[in-house]
């Protein structure tokens, strides 16, 4: 055996069997996209639970070789692949991820103020007006639907909705709102004030009522009902939320509802988070498409706060007890957050007004109305 | 009965939602003609929507049309407010008459 076949070998082994030869501009791209989601999550705590995951599945996939996407030469799918396969492409991670949502939450505000439910499907302006705009830049019916759905601040929704719809922009619609929903405190009180007078914003609202244990109960019940039978392609997601409030409310089955809110809710997010992370590999995500989907996300989520705010605007005008506007803006779905950001902007103004429990109402609206939009794009292109 | 204070406006509203659920209920189940019409204009509304949204279609397409584009998306974005509006009446309607369940607790205790 020569020299030169021993070199031979040699590089054949690292051309063949690892990474050296095969590097390219667009994996260290990608790689720097993924350290900056995972700096956001680390040193800005933004959304951590997403971001970091996604973050490290975008810089995993990004090697040459490595057996995580695709397929292996038995047909057998890799790890992630795997992941995504039965966790986003069969529907199972965003209808897991909503049952906890469900078990986690207290409707409580939101049946003792029923208005403010109308809020919620005002604050999905946005969607309709970006579905607009994407198609002329000559997007797909079904790919405008899943960029529209971005304004809608639910992380669930848009990954159900993308996944059904246009696959290929799941990676960049998912960061795109889930980094839009980290940046709720920046993007929504400019807007608010631009919308708001003072005078409004210093609006008082009455106390809200107690609610029962059995209205609580009943609660999801109904909502359960209408929904399948009004918009049957989005009852996945909106009966398995309403099951979870439901085993949370009827307090019957408290280890059910404390694993579907702590465990199964903390086990569905890391693969929710890698799976995502994974579809983005550089030859799919370096193109024009993702920073125009960033680009007409930010846009979005403006036009619904907008649509929020001028919603209550309009019921103002009708109304005797009047709504602070503030609170429309928390008729986007990012949960807690917008509602806490309404409490923050209305205190900036009166410390001793005290917004919270009314903008929680308008807030939970904001995740049936956005369900509900997702849902009649389901119906029309799914 | 609804004249005597005993029973509640909340309580008449129930009442009212029962008898026409099971109104509608009975008569779509025991009217064969109405459930043939109703499936006909299912399929027909159907096959329109076959015809006339294609999700995969875009702007550039030479038979793209913005017209129906913006029609059903107008007619979606009212529909979230029909549907959101529904939830809402029934939970105003709930709410009062679980209202008054409470305020009769309250006064009976009271007593």
Known sequence: MSWHDFIDVLMQILTTQTGLFALDIKMVAMWAIGFFFIYLAVAKKYEPLLLLPIGFGIVAVNFPHVPLMGFNEAGHRHLFEIFYHYGVEWEVIPCVIFLGLGAMTDFGPLIANPRTMVIGAGAQLGVFITFLGVLFFDFSLREAASVGIIGGADGPTTIYLTAKLAPDLLGANALAAYSYMAMVPLIQPPIVRLFTTKKQRLIRMKQLRPVSKLEKTMFPLSVFMVISILIPAVTPLMGMLMLGNFMRESGVVDRLSETAQNSLMNIVTIFLGISVGATMSGDKFLSAKPLMIFGFGLLDFMICTMGGVLTVHIMNLFLKDKINPIIGAAGVSAVPMAARVAQVTGQQEDKQNFLLMHAIGPNLAGVIGSAAAAGMFIAMFG | ?111
């Open chain 2, 1 to 111: 009965m609804f004249a005597n204070k005993k029973y509640s406006a909340g309580k008449a509203l129930l009442v009212l939602g029962l008898c026409l659920a099971i109104t509608l209920g009975g008569f779509m189940a025991l009217t064969p003609a109405a459930a043939h019409a109703s499936g006909q204009a299912v399929e027909k509304a159907a096959d329109a929507g076959n015809k006339l949204i294609d999700g995969n279609s875009r702007p550039s397409d030479p038979d793209f049309d913005w017209g129906i584009a913006i029609y059903t998306l107008i007619i979606r974005f009212v529909g979230i407010f029909i549907v959101l509006g529904v939830i809402q009446v029934i939970m105003q309607v709930s709410g009062r008459i679980f209202t008054n369940i409470d305020a009769k607790k309250k006064a009976q205790a009271s007593k």
